[in-house]
């Protein structure tokens, strides 16, 4: 069946750095755009990035310049880099896989940025 992991969350201080993994199983990755979505509490989930099928990449302003997406189709998996962390920035990221006739999600890992 298909499964989206998210792993690399955790507790970082503010100007830190975290690097979040999707691994995924159960479909055709190389098919797939990929993207990495966050909801902090109270709040509605938002777009963060996404790295389509071709390689062409897209980043919400709030992290552009800070945070880096990138996938290892032989690997079926999705990188998140997140540099120069932000309080704001404290979320459970999701990784989510799309193609016009199908979404997947992952279960979320916890990002906390807090000193």
């Known amino acids: 069946q298909v499964q989206l992991v998210e792993s690399g969350g955790g507790l970082v201080q503010p100007g830190g750095s975290l690097r979040l993994s999707c691994a995924a199983s159960?479909?055709?990755?190389?098919?797939?755009?990929m993207s990495w979505y966050r909801q902090a509490p109270g709040k509605e989930r938002e777009f963060v990035a996404t790295?389509?099928?071709?390689?062409?990449?897209n980043y919400a302003d709030s992290v552009k310049g800070r945070f880096t997406i990138s996938r290892d189709n032989a690997k079926k998996m999705v990188y998140l880099q997140m540099n120069s962390l932000k309080s704001e920035d404290t979320a459970v990221y999701y990784c989510?896989?799309?193609?016009?006739?199908?979404?997947?999600w992952g279960q979320g890992t916890q990002v906390t940025v807090s000193s």
């Open positions: 159960g479909f055709t990755f190389s098919n797939y755009h």
């Open positions: 790295i389509k099928n071709n390689g062409a990449i």
């Open positions: 989510n896989a799309w193609t016009s006739f199908y979404d997947y």
